[in-house]
């Protein structure tokens, strides 16, 4: 399982990032299957493993920061055997997932609160906690258009638009990546998820940053929307990740080089707000 989660993450098959670390901390637990002869030999296999399910993709702040915390306060602990050991694993690995979904779970309701209703909404990628707002809003009677971009070249937009397809109360519209400048003027609002904010720059599938920057010129608001978690006020650098060229164009590229970049940088001052399971944040 551990092996599997961290091949899925690398490859980008989970897109939310709250959800790749619930999924990482949950893999841990195949450690407690496991027979070990001394409790050293479990601490460093437990160290091992969260290692590799990190470095699956270290631009993930919150798969960074559950990996770190079961790992760490379960070694902190000193236990004396791999029983007790364990004991502490599930337990923490339990208290992290809940933390996790907690905090998606409020920012969501806290997001959900502050969409108009009747609004026409453009969002960007695939967001678990932008989609559980606007569900939540539309169980309290409120109503959207919302335009999605299919967030070239994976096209996972393609998987936020099924996904409110099928929400009664929201009108969905799937449009390229290139075609958001042209569709903003009709927006009241962008609505975008966020991977991490580091140092006053949100970090986010690329395409965000442009999105950001048109919505700025043409006056409509940008909100960031995830769990508090999501914000690092330090002993984090985020490490983009370029990914294969061959999601961009399928035939060799003869001649000539592909960059391919996963994520991008947006000041967080082409943003009106960010907003998380503590409520809106200031910079």
Do not use: W
Request: hydrophobic share 40%.
């Amino acid at each position: 399982m551990i092996d599997e989660t961290a091949r899925e993450i690398r490859e980008m098959q989970t897109h939310s990032s709250s959800v790749v670390a619930v999924k990482a901390s949950r893999a841990l637990a195949e450690l407690l299957d496991r027979e070990f002869a001394t409790t050293e030999e479990y601490l460093r296999s437990l160290e091992h493993n969260g290692k590799a399910l990190r470095r699956a993709n270290p631009s993930h702040a919150s798969l960074q920061n559950a990996v770190r915390a079961i790992v760490d306060e379960v070694t902190a602990a000193e236990p004396e055997t791999v029983a007790t050991a364990k004991e502490l694993t599930d337990a923490r690995i339990e208290a992290v997932v809940e933390r996790i979904e907690a905090g998606t779970r409020r920012a969501a309701r806290n997001g959900a609160d502050r969409l108009a209703d009747g609004a026409t909404i453009l969002t960007h990628d695939y967001s678990s906690t932008v989609l559980s707002a606007l569900e939540q809003a539309v169980e309290d009677g409120k109503r959207f258009e919302v335009l999605v971009t299919e967030a070239r070249p994976r096209y996972i937009g393609r998987k936020t638009v099924r996904a409110l397809s099928d929400v009664d109360g929201v009108e969905p519209t799937l449009i390229t990546d290139a075609a958001a400048g042209h569709h903003l003027e009709a927006c009241d609002r962008v609505v975008v998820g966020m991977t991490c904010i580091v140092d006053r720059t949100l970090y986010n599938r690329v395409g965000t940053f442009p999105i950001a920057a048109a919505a700025d010129r043409l006056g409509v608001p940008v909100t960031a929307l995830g769990a508090a978690s999501k914000l690092v006020t330090g002993g984090f650098v985020f490490e983009n990740e370029f990914r294969p060229g061959s999601e961009v164009m399928p035939e060799p590229a003869e001649g000539f080089a592909v960059s391919n970049p996963a994520y991008d940088a947006t000041p967080v001052d082409l943003l009106e707000e960010v907003v998380t399971d503590d409520g809106p944040q200031t910079f």
